[in-house]
């Protein structure tokens, strides 16, 4: 497995509906990983219930952070 496979870090995104039960907010509703891709980063995020829902490229790593944190994912990265 070649560096651009392994992920650098594991974000969460949590649904937030004021209808769910306590045990439904500990369910993840998006997945997230960032990866090297060339000369930047790429995030590929996924639906949990769906799959793969898109990916973006960042310039820096410090880049692909702040969108992750802006688009209210959690790192989650041991």
């Known amino acids: 497995m070649?560096?651009?496979?392994?992920?650098?870090d594991v974000w969460l995104r949590f649904a937030k509906d004021d209808d769910e039960t306590p045990e439904?907010?500990?369910v993840a509703e998006s997945e997230?990983?960032?990866y090297r891709a060339?000369?930047?980063f790429r995030v590929e995020w996924y639906?949990?219930?769906?799959?793969?829902v898109s990916h973006r490229h960042f310039s820096t790593y410090e880049q692909a952070r702040t969108w992750l944190t802006d688009e209210g994912f959690q790192d989650f990265s041991s």
């Not at 070649?2 to 650098?8: C, G, K, R, T, V």
């Not at 639906?47 to 793969?52: N, P, Q, Y």
Request: charged share 30%.
């Open 2 to 8: 070649s560096a651009e496979d392994e992920p650098l």
């Open 24 to 26: 439904e907010d500990e």
């Open 32 to 34: 997230a990983n960032t």
């Open 38 to 40: 060339g000369d930047g």
């Open 47 to 52: 639906h949990t219930a769906v799959g793969l």
